[in-house]
C-alpha cells in the first residue's frame, strides 16, 4: 500500500510513479488524494495501467483529472484485469466523460467499485451507466452522489436494475430525484433481488416518493440499508414507512434524520422493534 494523499505532487510527480508501476508486481493500493493531478497525470497513470497487473484500488480524490484524462483511464480499462476500485470523487468529470467509463463498462469484466461522486454528472451520464449496468456482470458497488441527476436519469437506472443481478450498493445521495424519481426506483425495487444498499438522502424524495419506497419494501426482501434523510418527508410519509415496516423482516438500517416529522412518531416505529 501507498499513500501520498495531499502533497501536490501533479502530474509530473504522477509521472514518476506511474513508470515505476511499469515494473512493480508487488502494489496493490494507491492513493493519490488531493495531489493536483491534472489529465495529463491520468493518462500517465493510464499507460501504467496498460502494463500493470497488480494494482488493485486507485484512489484520485480531489484531484483535476477531467473527463479528458477520464477518457484516458476508461482506455486503459478495455485492457487492465487487476483494478477492482477505482475513486475519481471531485475531479470535475460530467457526462461526456462518464460516457468514456460507461463504454469500457461493455467490456471490462473486473472493476467492483466505481466512486463518481462529487462531480458535474446530470442524467444523461446516468443514463451511460444505467444502459452499461445492462450488460456489465462485475460492478458492485457505484456512487453517484453529489451530482445533478434528475427523474429523467432515474427512470433509466432504475430500467437497469430490473435487469442487473451484480450490483448490491448504489449511492445517489444529493441529486434531484424528486418524488418522480424515487417512484422509479420503488418499482425497479418491486423486482430487483441484488441491492442492498440504497442512498436517496437530500433528494426532495417528499411523502409521495416515500410511500412508494415503502410500497416496495413488502416485496422486497434484499435491501438492508436505505437512506432518506433530508427529504422533506412529512409525519403520513413516515407513517406509512413504519406501518410497511411490520411486513418487512429485511431492512435494518432506515436513516429519516432531518425530516418534517416528530415525537408522536416514535410510537410507530417502537412497534417494528
Known amino acids: 500500500e501507498l499513500y ?10 504522477v509521472k514518476h510513479f506511474s513508470e515505476a508501476l511499469l ?51 476508461a482506455n486503459a480499462f478495455l485492457v487492465n484485469k487487476a483494478l477492482i476500485e477505482l475513486c475519481v470523487v471531485n475531479n470535475q468529470i460530467d457526462s461526456a466523460g462518464v460516457k468514456y467509463l460507461a463504454d469500457a463498462l461493455y467490456i471490462n469484466a473486473s472493476l467492483a467499485k466505481l466512486d463518481l461522486s462529487r462531480n458535474c454528472i446530470d442524467s444523461a451520464g446516468a443514463i451511460y451507466l444505467a444502459d452499461a449496468l445492462h450488460v456489465n456482470k462485475a460492478l458492485t458497488i ?34 434531484k430525484i424528486f418524488s418522480a424519481g424515487a417512484i422509479y426506483l420503488a418499482g425497479a425495487l418491486h423486482v430487483n433481488r441484488t441491492l442492498k444498499t440504497l442512498n436517496l438522502n437530500m433528494n426532495l424524495v417528499e411523502s409521495r416518493g416515500a410511500i412508494s419506497l415503502a410500497d416496495a419494501l413488502i416485496a422486497n426482501n434484499t435491501l438492508t440499508t436505505l437512506g432518506l434523510s433530508w427529504n422533506s418527508i412529512d409525519l403520513a410519509g413516515a407513517r406509512y414507512l413504519a406501518e410497511t415496516l411490520l411486513m418487512n423482516s ?18 410507530f416505529f417502537q412497534r417494528v422493534e
Not at 4 to 13: F, K, V, W, Y
Not at 35 to 48: C, E
Not at 54 to 69: F, P
Not at 146 to 162: E, F, P, Q, V
Open 142 to 175: 457505484l456512487s453517484l452522489g453529489y451530482n445533478s441527476i434528475d427523474s429523467t436519469g432515474m427512470k433509466r437506472l432504475a430500467s437497469a436494475l430490473l435487469i442487473n443481478t451484480t450490483l448490491t450498493s448504489l449511492d445517489l445521495s444529493r441529486n
Open 250 to 267: 429485511t431492512l435494518t438500517s432506515l436513516d429519516l434524520y432531518r425530516n418534517d416529522i416528530n415525537g408522536i412518531l416514535l410510537h
Open 23 to 73: 515494473s512493480n508486481s508487488t502494489l496493490a493500493i494507491l492513493n493519490l488524494r488531493c495531489n493536483n493531478i491534472d489529465s495529463t497525470g491520468a493518462k500517465h497513470l493510464a499507460d501504467a495501467l496498460l502494463i500493470n497487473k497488480t494494482l488493485a484500488k486507485l484512489n484520485l480524490d480531489r484531484n483535476n483529472s477531467r473527463s479528458v484524462g477520464v477518457e484516458q483511464l
Open 4 to 13: 501520498i494523499c495531499d502533497n501536490n505532487i501533479g502530474s509530473a510527480g
